[in-house]
C-alpha cells in the first residue's frame, strides 16, 4: 500500500527517501581512473598489512564490504583468502575484475548492495575501508547485524572510516551527530567518527583488537595510509 509504514524496512525506506541513491553517486566516481583519489592506487590498508604481517589474520574466507575497484581484496587473496567483493558501482566492479584478472587471482567481485547480503556465519574476516562512514544512521542497524552474522565465532570485523576534523564538518573536533543528518538532510561527504560513538557502536556484538589512527602512507610506499581514518579491528567473541 502507498506510503504505509507497517514493518521497519518501511521506516527506513522512508528515511532513505530524503537523501540521493548512493548508486548515483558511486556509478560515475569510478569512470575516470586517472583522478587523483588517494585510494584508486593498487595498494592495501597499512592496518591490513599490519595485522597479516603479525598473525593476527591467517586465512580463510574474507568478505569486503564497499570493496570499488578491490585493491584490499586484491591484496587479501594474495595472502591466502578465498575472498568476496561487494560493492555497489558497476564501474568499480568492472576495474577491479580487470586487476584480478591483470594478476590471474580468482576473486569473486559482484556489484551488489551491502544491504542485499545475508551470509550466515560464513567468514573468518570482515574487511569495510569506507564503506560505513558513507551509510546513513539508520543503515548501520542492519549493517552491523549482517557483519555479526556473516562472521564464523571467534572472527574479525576490520574497518576504516572518517576521524574528527574531516571534509566539511565543522574544527578538527567537530562531529555531525546523527540527527542532524536527518535535520540537514546530508551526510556533507561522509560522517566522521569519535572513538567513544564507534566504541559504542561496535562494542556490544564484538570485542575491541585495534582502534587507533591510521598511519600516513607516502605515495612512494605500497600501503595505503591516510591519519584522517581510524583503522580498527573487532572479534566476534564465541570460540
Ligand atoms: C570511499 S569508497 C572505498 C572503496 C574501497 N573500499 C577502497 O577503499 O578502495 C566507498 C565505497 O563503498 C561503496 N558503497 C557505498 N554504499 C554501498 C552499498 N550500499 N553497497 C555496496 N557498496 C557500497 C561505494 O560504491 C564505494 O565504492
Not at 118 to 131: I, N
Not at 152 to 171: D, H, N
Request: proline share 7%; glycine share 8%; charged share 25%.
Amino acid at each position: 500500500m502507498e506510503k504505509t509504514i507497517k514493518s521497519v524496512q518501511d521506516l527506513y525506506d522512508m528515511l532513505d527517501a530524503d537523501f540521493r541513491s548512493a548508486k548515483q553517486f558511486w556509478e560515475p566516481f569510478y569512470e575516470d581512473r586517472n583522478r587523483p583519489i588517494p585510494f584508486f592506487p593498487n595498494k592495501p590498508d597499512e592496518n591490513l598489512v599490519a595485522h597479516v604481517n603479525a598473525g593476527l589474520l591467517a586465512g580463510g574466507k574474507a568478505l569486503e564490504l564497499g570493496c570499488g575497484p578491490g585493491r584490499n581484496a586484491l591484496y587479501l587473496t594474495r595472502q591466502g583468502y578465498q575472498v568476496d567483493a561487494y560493492d555497489l558501482s558497476e564501474t568499480a566492479i568492472a576495474w577491479a575484475k580487470e586487476r584480478a584478472a591483470e594478476e590471474q587471482l580468482d576473486v569473486h567481485f559482484e556489484c551488489r548492495s551491502v544491504f542485499e547480503l545475508a551470509p550466515q556465519q560464513e567468514y573468518d574476516l570482515v574487511y569495510d575501508s569506507g564503506c560505513l562512514h558513507h551509510l546513513l544512521p539508520h543503515q548501520r542497524i542492519p549493517y552491523i547485524e549482517m557483519i555479526h552474522q556473516a562472521l564464523k565465532p571467534g572472527g574479525y570485523f576490520g574497518m576504516s572510516c572518517f576521524a574528527p576534523g574531516f571534509g566539511g564538518q565543522g574544527g578538527p573536533e567537530s562531529v555531525m551527530d546523527d540527527w542532524q543528518v536527518y535535520q540537514e538532510k546530508s551526510m556533507k561527504g561522509g560522517l566522521a567518527f569519535t572513538e567513544e560513538k564507534l566504541r559504542y557502536l561496535l562494542q556490544d556484538p564484538f570485542e575491541c583488537v585495534e582502534l587507533r589512527p591510521m598511519k600516513a602512507m607516502g605515495q612512494d610506499e605500497n600501503c595505503f595510509g591516510l591519519p584522517i581514518l581510524w583503522v580498527t579491528m573487532w572479534r566476534k567473541p564465541g570460540v
